[in-house]
C-alpha cells in the first residue's frame, strides 16, 4: 500500500484532509499514528475513512480527476496509479525523497513500487504477505486435527469442523480478498515457477499446465466449506468468526495479526497462522524474511508471498 498526493491539495500545507480505507479496529489504530505525526507538526488532519478498498480508490480517483483532490490517498499500487501519474495529476516527491534517502534506505523492491519513469509519486506505507491461513487454535484442538501443511491436508481438518456444526473456512466475500485466495492456492499447489509464469508473464503455456489445473481445482473445492454469508462480507467481520470460533480457518495477509491482538488474542495460545504449501513457496535463494508475523515454529524467509 502506499500513499499519493494530488498536485492541487498540497498548497494547503497545514491542512489534509486524507482519503483512506482503513477503518477496522486495528487499522484505525494504524492510521490514527500518521494522524498523531501530523498533528504533532502543526497541521491538521482531516479524516476521509471509507469502507473498502475499492471504494475508498474510486472516490479518490473522482476527487482528483474532478479538480477537488484530497491532499493525499491511500492505494494499492495498479494501473490507477500509473495513469494519475501518467496525466500529471499527482505530486512529484523526488524532493521528499532525496532528502530522507529513500533509495538508500527502502527495499529496492519497494524504490521501484513507488517511481514512474525514474521519478517517485507516492509514499510507501505497508510491505505485507498474503498468502496466510489463520486459524482458531481451540477450535482446531477440539477437532483432533494438527496443523494442516498443505492446502490437501486442510480439507481432511475442515471435514471435521464442518461435522462439528462450525465455519470450516471463512471467507471475506469481496472480490480482492477472494482473488487473492487463488493466488494463494495458485503458489502453494502450482509452485513458485507456474505462479510467476502466470502473475509478471502471463504465460499461456503455464496456464494450460497441470499444475495451474491443480490449483484451479483446489480453488474450486474450497466452495463447499464456505458459509452463505461471506458474500460481501469484511475482512475485519470475516477475521472475528475466527476470534470468536464461530469458524476455524481464514486466509489473509499479514495485517490480520492487528485485528487479532486488538481483540486480546495471543499468538500460538488463541491463534494461529501458518502457510500451506510453504516447501512449494520457498524460493532457494530466499531474499525476504516475515518477522513477528504471528509465531510460525519453522521461521520461513520467502521471495514471494
Known amino acids: 500500500m502506499a500513499i499519493a498526493f494530488g498536485s492541487q491539495a498540497v498548497a494547503q500545507e497545514k491542512r489534509a484532509e486524507v482519503i483512506h480505507f482503513l477503518t ?5 489504530a494504524a492510521i490514527g499514528e500518521f494522524a498523531k505525526a501530523f498533528k504533532e507538526r502543526g497541521g491538521t488532519w482531516v479524516d476521509s475513512a471509507v469502507a473498502g478498498g475499492s471504494t475508498a480508490k474510486t472516490l479518490a480517483i473522482n476527487r482528483i480527476t474532478g479538480g477537488t483532490p484530497p491532499a493525499a490517498a ?3 499500487l495498479g494501473p490507477e496509479f500509473t495513469e494519475l501519474a501518467q496525466n500529471g495529476l499527482l505530486r ?6 532525496k532528502a530522507n534517502d529513500w533509495r538508500g534506505k527502502l527495499p529496492q523492491a519497494l524504490v521501484d513500487a513507488a517511481q514512474l519513469d525514474g521519478h517517485f509519486y507516492v509514499v510507501p506505507t505497508a510491505l505485507n504477505g498474503q498468502n496466510f491461513i489463520w486459524y482458531n487454535k481451540a477450535l482446531l484442538a477440539a477437532t483432533g486435527a494438527a496443523e494442516p501443511k498443505t492446502w490437501q491436508e486442510l480439507f481432511g481438518v475442515m471435514d471435521k469442523v464442518k461435522a462439528a456444526g462450525k465455519i470450516p ?3 471475506a466475500g469481496q472480490k480482492n480478498w477472494v482473488t487473492q485466495i487463488f493466488w494463494a492456492v495458485l503458489l502453494a499447489e502450482g509452485g513458485r515457477d507456474v505462479y510467476l509464469r502466470v502473475m509478471t508473464k502471463h504465460d499461456e503455456a503455464a496456464v494450460r499446465s497441470p499444475e495451474f489445473r491443480k490449483a484451479v481445482e483446489t480453488f474450486v473445492r474450497l466452495a463447499g466449506y464456505i458459509d ?3 458474500s460481501g462480507r469484511n475482512w ?5 468468526l475466527v476470534i470468536t470460533g464461530k469458524a476455524a480457518f481464514m486466509q489473509m495477509g499479514t495485517w490480520a495479526r492487528g485485528e ?7 499468538p500460538d495460545v488463541d491463534y494461529g497462522c501458518t502457510i500451506l504449501g510453504l516447501d512449494q513457496a520457498i524460493s532457494s535463494r530466499a531474499a525476504f524474511s516475515f518477522i513477528q508475523n504471528c509465531r510460525i515454529r519453522r521461521r520461513p524467509t520467502l521471495r514471494n508471498s
Request: net charge negative; hydrophobic share 40%.
Open 24 to 28: 477496522a479496529t486495528s487499522e484505525s
Open 74 to 76: 491511500m492505494f494499492n
Open 92 to 97: 512529484n516527491l523526488d524532493d521528499i525523497a
Open 169 to 171: 473456512f471463512a471467507v
Open 228 to 230: 452463505p454469508g461471506s
Open 236 to 240: 475485519n467481520d470475516t477475521a472475528n
Open 260 to 266: 487479532f491482538n486488538a481483540a486480546g488474542q495471543k
